[in-house]
């Protein structure tokens, strides 16, 4: 789901492996918030899979904008799945989902039924990149662009209006400029002591 | 005056400082009620009256903590129906703030994570795209969730106490049926340092640490700082993935961070450009960790950082 630029984000995933893209894409959806974002693809999901529902939806942890990780776990709840988020190490036995998921002072492993929805780290795995052979191949693969009207959402529901909750002001912060720079001449750990005492921070 | 509940997963023998941060906040808001779930041992029952509680919500299943997020968000659904309140508050850990997003479509309630303030209006305050902006933001809906960073307000007991009354709260028995199950769980070994989320201090190191954090360790426990990495430090396999500080780790705001041996690209500095003062360490005088450092030394971090801890030691007799 995004902009018409977004599509890059699709062909390359055909590049590099994916069968089949989808972009949903409308310009009602500017401005979702994470609830909107996942009620637009929620629909999407249920579209796609009007005649064979998916085993498994795999999702990344987080947006680099927001940064929330709601998305995962809204489109679950709106889904009735189970999900297996922040997953680090991923396996599949038949229909029985395997998961380790690390949190702050413990690891669990997290078992769950097909079908589920998986949110991924970056410890999951190396992305493959695009090879002259997966360019080519996904010449051949075919983007359906979806609009609001196709999967039947009501353009009220998402974008700015639809969202549960908004932005009132936002402002950049300030630049970090650089403070002193030294080089080591043998006594830099003293002066960096010398910097934390006259900062207050010993 | 709104109604607002304060939701503590498994509060152990002792609030942790981001639960009471969560309760002052509440009080400033309305009138504070805390939904729990776990034991209630007796003295945090009286840090919550201390903190001026209202009432206590406990589920009526102990169960909860095998299943991942659900469950939880099932219970805190009904317990904000059963409280009636308008706004939830919870911590920001990666769970909780799950818990919230399933929470906010059972009520059709908006939900805004990484809150470092909450005006009395219920307009929260928070950072986005890596801490480059300052925004704030409010809920549209008739019940806001709002998940709170640490070191956020100073936790300050209630004028008055109070003597909750503790009521339990069903839960929705298919809640567990469509939820992942947590099979096993492997705690992981107490450094005895601090929540790196929550550090004051925090020394962090990268690729030039080259396998050995021992200097930066000293240095942590000099000045009773948590320790971080980066991705280069984290994907070599010389400490673990919970100390990986920047996009797609942790975020930290401490009151001081020494970064050593790390070059500081865009997605490290994404997790710490909001530390009140940075401190880098890095052979390469080009790094552009020292764009944004306060204090920067161009040196070798095997020689600085133990000079470092030898003369804060010595300081301090």
């Known amino acids: 789901m995004g902009p018409a630029g977004a599509v890059n984000a699709v062909k390359k995933s055909l590049q590099i492996g994916a069968s089949e893209g989808v972009h949903l894409s409308d310009d009602a959806l500017a401005g979702s918030d994470a609830a909107a974002t996942s009620l637009a693809l929620a629909a999407a999901i249920r579209h796609l899979g009007a005649d064979t529902p998916a085993d498994l939806i795999l999702t990344g942890m987080a947006s680099t904008d927001g940064e929330t990780s709601l998305v995962p776990a809204q489109l679950a709840e709106r889904l009735n799945l189970p999900q297996v988020t922040f997953a680090s190490a991923l396996e599949l036995d038949g229909g029985k989902l395997t998961a380790r998921r690390d949190g702050d002072t413990h690891a669990d492993t997290v078992e769950a039924a097909l079908p589920a929805l998986v949110s991924v780290t970056d410890q999951i795995n190396d992305p493959r990149y695009p090879n002259f052979k997966g360019i080519m191949a996904a010449k051949k693969k075919t983007i359906t662009t979806l609009s609001l009207a196709d999967i039947g959402v009501d353009p009220a529901q998402v974008g700015r209006a639809g969202s549960w909750t908004a932005v009132e002001t936002a402002e950049a912060r300030p630049a970090r400029t650089a403070g002193t720079i030294i080089t080591d001449e043998g006594d830099a750990g003293i002066k960096l002591v010398e910097f934390l005492a006259a900062q207050k921070l010993l | ?307 470092a801890t030898e003369e804060i030691k010595k300081r301090r007799g």
Not at chain 2, 146 to 157: A, F, G, H
């Open chain 2, 1 to 307: 005056m709104a109604k607002v509940l304060v939701f503590i997963d498994n509060p152990g023998q002792a609030l942790k400082k981001a639960s009471l941060e969560l309760l002052t906040f509440a009080r400033s808001l309305g009138e504070p009620a805390v939904a729990f779930n776990g034991e209630l041992h007796d003295g945090v029952a009286e840090t919550l009256a201390a903190y001026g509680a209202q009432a206590l919500y406990r589920p009526s299943a102990a169960d909860l903590d095998d299943y991942l997020v659900g469950p939880k968000a099932a219970y805190l659904a009904a317990a904000v129906q059963t409280a009636g309140a308008t706004i939830v508050l919870t911590e920001n850990s990666a769970e909780a703030k799950e818990i919230a997003a399933r929470l906010g479509i059972r009520l059709g309630a908006g939900v805004i994570t990484d809150v470092v303030g909450v005006e009395p209006g219920g307009t929260a305050h928070k950072s986005v795209l890596a801490g480059s902006y300052t925004t704030t933001a409010k809920a549209t809906t008739p019940v806001a969730v709002l998940t709170v960073k640490p070191n956020s307000i100073t936790p300050e007991p209630a004028v008055t106490g109070t003597a909750p009354a503790t009521v339990t709260v069903d839960v929705p028995e298919t809640a567990a049926a469509a939820s992942a199950r947590i099979t096993s769980r492997t705690e992981k070994a107490a450094s005895g340092r601090p929540d790196l989320g929550e550090a004051r201090i925090v020394v962090a190191g990268g690729r030039g640490v080259d396998g050995n954090f021992g200097p930066l360790e000293d240095l942590a426990d000099a000045l009773g700082a948590a320790i971080g990495a980066s991705r280069a430090a984290t994907d070599a396999g010389w400490i673990g993935h919970d100390a990986q500080i920047g996009q797609t780790g942790k975020t930290v705001a401490p009151q001081l961070y020494i970064s050593a041996g790390i070059s500081g690209a865009i997605q490290q500095k994404a997790g710490m450009q909001t530390a009140k003062v940075i401190v880098a360490v890095n052979k390469d005088a080009e790094s552009p960790i020292f764009e944004i450092a306060d204090f920067g030394i161009v040196g070798d971090l095997f020689k600085v950082l133990p000079q």
